[in-house]
C-alpha cells in the first residue's frame, strides 16, 4: 500500500502531491485544524468561538506538541547532521583517476599513477586517492 494513492507516474512510484514550499508545516496545521475542529471536547461546551478562544484555547497544549514535532522533524532532517554529508565530507578530497592529471596512459593500454606514493598498480576508472589533482 503506498501512502499516496491519488497519482502514480509511468515508472509506478507515487507522484508528489506538494511542491517543495510545503512540507511539515502544512500538515501540522492540518493536524491542528483537524483537533480543534472535530475532536475538542470544549467546542461542545460554547457556542462563542470567542469565549472558546479565550477560555480553552489559549490554554490549549496543542501548540506545544506542534513546536516539539516540527523540532524533531529539523532534527532529523538536517542534512548537515546526515550520514550522507558525513560520506561526502570524508571523501571531498578524492580525485577520481580517469580525471587525474598524474594519470599516465601506456601504449600496451595501461595506465598508472605518476606520482611517488600514487596507486602502485594498473588504475581502474573508478579508482581514485586523496593526492590527485583534477585536470582542468
Known sequence: MKANQKEENLNGCAALTKTES???DTDIEALESYICDNICQYRKKTDSQEALEYYFCSSCEM???ASKIK???EKINTFSKSAAYALME???NIVLCKDCI???HEK???DWCRLAKGLDES???SE???RGKEKE
Do not use: D, M, Q
Request: aromatic residues 20%; proline residues 0%; hydrophobic residues 15%.
Open 22 to 24: 510545503e512540507g511539515i
Open 102 to 104: 598524474y594519470r599516465a
Open 123 to 125: 588504475l581502474g576508472e
Open 63 to 65: 501548540s506545544r506538541y
Open 71 to 73: 523540532a524533531e522533524y
Open 90 to 92: 570524508k571523501y571531498r
Open 108 to 110: 600496451t593500454g595501461y
Open 128 to 130: 581514485g586517492c586523496s
